[in-house]
Nanobody, 123 residues
Framework: QAQLVESGGGLAQAGGSLRLSCVASGITFSTYGVGWFRQAPGKEREFVAGISYMGTSKHYADFAVGRFTISRDDPNHTMALQMNSLQPEDTAVYYC????????????????WGQGNQVTVSS
């Protein structure tokens, strides 16, 4: 049974940093495109960042460019999202995701979701 388990997140001050991690099991992780999405209260879930099969390409939402970095470690079945220069508008529940499309960029491509982790940024 496929499972994505997240860790990290929590509370940060504006300008600070947080790191999210996600461990996958039950899937051949190296063959999946993976990524991160977020959902703020009252808003739709939105794409944050994606990294392709074999890590050959990365994609970021405009708000994440220059601040967030996505990575993957295929031998350890993990992915991570390093978030720097955090702002209060980054407050949301963050979800890791995996897709059998090679380059995940939209929610409708997602096959598996993590449980979600709260990130709260105070001003």
């Amino acid at each position: 049974q496929a499972q994505l388990v997240e860790s990290g997140g929590g509370l940060a001050q504006a300008g600070g940093s947080l790191r999210l991690s996600c461990v996958a099991s039950g899937i051949t992780f190296s063959t999946y495109g993976v990524g991160w999405f977020r959902q703020a209260p009252g808003k739709e879930r939105e794409f944050v960042a994606g990294i392709s099969y074999m890590g050959t390409s990365k994609h970021y939402a405009d708000f994440a460019v220059g601040r967030f970095t996505i990575s993957r470690d295929d031998p350890n079945h993990t992915m991570a999202l390093q978030m720097n220069s955090l702002q209060p508008e980054d407050t949301a529940v963050y979800y890791c995701a995996a897709s059998d499309t090679l380059d995940l960029q939209t929610a409708n491509e997602v096959l598996y979701w993590g449980q979600g982790n709260q990130v709260t940024v105070s001003s």
